[in-house]
DNA sequence: TAGATTGTTAATCGATTAACAATC
DNA sequence: TAGATTGTTAATCGATTAACAATC
């Protein structure tokens, strides 16, 4: 199956539709159309559609798609019928958030080991995993078969970082660095860098703003 | 100028060649190329050609862009030549986090109010700001002219959260709760949600892993 | 049966890339 | 002048949308 090469466009919205699958699950909301998604998602039925088309029939013709059933399917598409372990390098509060996180999630994505550059974090407690030394990183990787890596260092640390990452065999990183990384073609990254969403956030702000204009180029 | 309607990919563009031209800011290099550029990025010269263009002519015919004068020409398209003031509701560790963030922050986005639904959060210290009730929003975000709302509440309160920013006349949303949420067409929203990214990214993961494939439907 | 809705093909739309004249 | 590189037009590529037969 799975033949086609599936666009990355297509693999962004999955986790989208799981999340609104699941909102209706918890409604107790067995069936959902085409239709019913889009406008919820803001986004063409034939395009939803055509997307659930590329991994299978799952849906029934004058019915709608099963709710649970869809959910089971993505899940799958998305490999997230297996327990997927990570590491985070980067004791600060943003890795001590995503930590936190953690517990909530019932996607078997799990953290389940930090580290940290510095030595005053080694030792310390976060969300009941002890923050251990980047000299452990390989062995803890190997043991656990840890095959995602999330970085929440600072930037100038975060290229260091990843390639550590890449030499204990990561196969995905997700970084949350507002640096650009260079990885090697078979490791997956993906960028989680919220300033970029901040600062395109601002382009679409309206004009009336008092522009001081004090640009010192011309 | 600035006549036809720029794409969203264009934009979301405009960021990461920021990210790229600070950094050679930093290690001082005046003049860069699309070319160059384009192997930083692994994006298209004639792209990076191409985006810029939309906003002016920003570069010299066999020299390349000046990094400087590139740099504050981006700035001014992204309205990042005043100060734009944001708000955040959702004290906990990811709200802490990105106060935390801020003060490093060069790009003239500014946190300057935090607020919480929860009695217990309120009064407490983020980053030299107080946590303020939610009944202040109104009053605060008037005052202080903040045109921009971040969200970092459970998911189950972004959207009560959302309708409160829009009710006081935010522009901006950046939510980074997992939830889909409905706004009014002229309130921008962007979503930083982290687990979409940490899902999709599973997706690229080699197939090895040990599937156990314990799915109940079929 | 009539109404609803899928899966899919064909049409449209938009974004990326190639190519090149202009020019530094 | 020769080499480099932009800005921009035209060509290509890919993604979205419309339309509809199949069918529940």
């Given at each position: 199956?799975?033949?086609?090469?599936?666009?990355?466009?297509?693999?962004?919205?999955?986790?989208?539709?799981?999340?609104v699958?699941?909102?209706?699950?918890?409604?107790?909301?067995?069936?959902?159309?085409?239709?019913?998604?889009?406008v919820?998602?803001?986004?063409?039925?034939?395009?939803?559609?055509?997307d659930?088309?590329?991994?299978?029939?799952?849906?029934?013709?004058?019915?709608?798609?099963?709710?649970?059933?869809?959910i089971?399917?993505?899940?799958?598409?998305?490999k997230?019928?297996?327990?997927?372990?990570?590491?985070?390098?980067?004791?600060?509060?943003?890795?001590?958030?995503?930590?936190?996180y953690?517990?909530?999630?019932?996607?078997?994505?799990?953290?389940?080991?930090?580290?940290?550059?510095?030595?005053?974090?080694?030792g310390?407690?976060?969300?009941?995993?002890?923050?251990?030394?980047?000299?452990?990183?390989?062995?803890?990787?190997?043991?656990?078969?840890?095959?995602i890596?999330?970085?929440?260092?600072?930037?100038?640390?975060?290229?260091?970082?990843?390639?550590?990452?890449i030499?204990?065999?990561?196969?995905?990183?997700l970084?949350?660095?507002?640096a650009i990384?260079?990885v090697?073609?078979?490791?997956?990254?993906?960028?989680?860098?919220?300033?970029r969403?901040?600062?395109?956030?601002a382009?679409?702000l309206n004009?009336?703003?008092?522009?001081?204009?004090?640009s010192a180029?011309?």
């Open positions: 199956m799975k033949s086609a090469k599936i666009s990355e466009a297509v693999v962004r919205r999955l986790p989208i539709y799981l999340q699958l699941n909102e209706l699950h918890i409604r107790e909301i067995q069936t959902v159309s085409s239709q019913e998604l889009g919820k998602l803001d986004l063409n039925p034939a395009q939803i559609r055509k659930l088309a590329y991994f299978g029939e799952f849906g029934r013709k004058g019915i709608g798609y099963d709710v649970l059933y869809l089971e399917k993505i899940r799958q598409i998305l997230l019928n297996q327990t997927i372990k990570v590491a985070l390098v980067g004791a600060g509060n943003l890795g001590r958030a995503l930590c936190n953690n517990k909530y999630s019932k996607d078997n994505m799990q953290i389940t080991a930090v580290f940290d550059v510095h030595p005053e974090k080694i310390t407690d976060i969300n009941n995993l002890v923050v251990q030394p980047m000299s452990e990183l390989e062995k803890v990787v190997a043991e656990q078969k840890i095959r890596g999330i970085i929440t260092v600072p930037a100038h640390e975060a290229q260091n970082v990843a390639n550590q990452f030499t204990v065999g990561v196969e995905g990183i970084n949350f660095a507002p990384l260079r090697p073609d078979e490791v997956r990254i993906h960028n989680a860098d919220f300033t969403e901040l600062l395109s956030l382009y679409y004009h009336e703003g008092d522009v001081s204009d004090d180029v011309d």
